[in-house]
């Protein structure tokens, strides 16, 4: 899709962001329609071209998508001068902006669930904040890509102390092992507390939420604000 990284930049660092709530009201058909009146946002111009000589589903879930994201991104907190730091940085390097909002717009295309784009936005604005290093960001998003979204609840379980163990009878094991899998969860053997039921013994796994894990819920759900 030509083009579309410039108008990606533009469309993310507009200053008519408010006409955003109610674009955000209307349909993909609807906002083909009305593409070319949505000046201050060519990005989604962009993409409707392409809609309009086919009906692709893949580009219409990127429009959706995008439109999620930038609307989250201009919600809620973010450093004005870090902000306009970041803006002027892109403008001025081109290997930059292909780089970084090349990566963001890929995942955003493969993203399935609307709500994962929302979260991508807070870990993004977590960047430019500088909370997060670019390196950082990409570990994130990529945990963002791998995790099912029915185990954000676990997780925040995890993270609140209402799970601290796993005991062999346990139905949620596959999901738990699946959080330890991406690396944002630690299980570990405790060897005390063993169970005796029926003559037979129950071997306790401690589970722990690490660093990463912390500090990636906190951001995608803002627990800090």
């Given at each position: 899709m030509k083009n579309i990284i410039p108008s990606f930049r533009e469309s993310l660092f507009s200053e008519n962001t408010d006409i955003l709530i109610d674009i955000s009201e209307y349909t993909i058909d609807s906002l083909i329609e009305i593409s070319d009146t949505l000046t201050d946002f060519p990005i989604i111009k962009t993409i409707a071209s392409v809609l309009k000589?086919?009906?692709?589903?893949?580009?219409?879930?990127?429009?959706?998508?995008?439109?999620?994201?930038?609307?989250?991104?201009?919600?809620?907190?973010?450093?004005?001068?870090?902000?306009?730091?970041?803006?002027?940085?892109?403008?001025?390097?081109?290997?930059?902006?292909?780089?970084?909002?090349?990566?963001?717009?890929?995942?955003?295309n493969n993203i399935i669930d609307v709500s994962k784009s929302k979260m991508l936005a807070r870990l993004y604005k977590a960047y430019i904040n500088k909370k997060l290093m670019w390196e950082e960001f990409?570990?994130?998003?990529?945990?963002?890509?791998?995790?099912?979204?029915?185990?954000?609840?676990?997780?925040?379980d995890v993270y609140d102390g209402n799970i601290t163990f796993i005991s062999e009878t346990n139905r949620e094991n596959y999901r738990i092992h699946r959080l330890n899998s991406i690396g944002i969860i630690n299980i570990g053997l405790d060897k005390i507390t063993i169970e005796i039921l029926n003559k037979n013994s129950s071997l306790k796994q401690l589970v722990s939420i690490n660093d990463v894990g912390e500090n990636f819920l906190e951001i995608v759900l803002n627990l800090n604000h």
């Open positions: 000589g086919a009906h692709n589903i893949y580009d219409r879930n990127l429009l959706k998508n995008t439109l999620v994201f930038i609307k989250e991104l201009n919600s809620g907190e973010i450093d004005k001068d870090k902000y306009i730091s970041y803006k002027i940085t892109l403008e001025h390097n081109p290997n930059k902006c292909e780089e970084e909002l090349g990566r963001v717009v890929r995942i955003l990409c570990e994130y998003s990529e945990i963002l890509n791998r995790i099912f979204i029915e185990d954000m609840t676990l997780l925040k």
